[in-house]
Nanobody, 123 residues
Framework: QVQLVESGGGLVQAGGSLRLSCAAS????????MAWYRQAPGKQRELVAA???????NYADSVKGRFTISRDNAKNTVYLQMNSLKPEDTAVYYC?????????????????WGQGTQVTVSS
């Protein structure tokens, strides 16, 4: 099965930067879109940034100009560069992948999720 492992989260002061990584492994045939979501305590999970297989991107209004999503197709990895971090960015960040994988004897197209990485921004 497809496994997504996030890394790069941690504690940072307001105005600082972090770079999140998400590496996909498993019987992946192709990857379509990759994205980062986040969920703060007591709030719904929200889309932060997404990137298509053609490297087209979109961002939540709250992070435009501060965050940059990118991908390395050779490594099946998606990144989220987060600059000018604010306390409001504090959340668990989740990697999401939409792609085709080998599941038993067939190919399946599904959304896959990582386990999340904590980002805490102090004021």
């Amino acid at each position: 099965q497809v496994q997504l492992v996030e890394s790069g989260g941690g504690l940072v002061q307001a105005g600082g930067s972090l770079r999140l990584s998400c590496a996909a492994s498993g019987m992946i045939v192709s990857i379509r879109d990759m994205a980062w979501y986040r969920q703060a305590p007591g709030k719904q999970r929200e889309l932060v940034a997404a990137i298509t297989s053609g490297a087209r991107t979109n961002y939540a209004d709250s992070v435009k100009g501060r965050f940059t999503i990118s991908r390395d197709n050779a490594k099946n990895t998606v990144y989220l560069q987060m600059n000018s971090l604010k306390p409001e960015d504090t959340a668990v960040y989740y990697c999401n992948l939409k792609g085709t994988a080998v599941v038993g004897p067939v190919f399946e197209v599904d959304d896959y999720w990582g386990q999340g990485t904590q980002v805490t921004v102090s004021s």
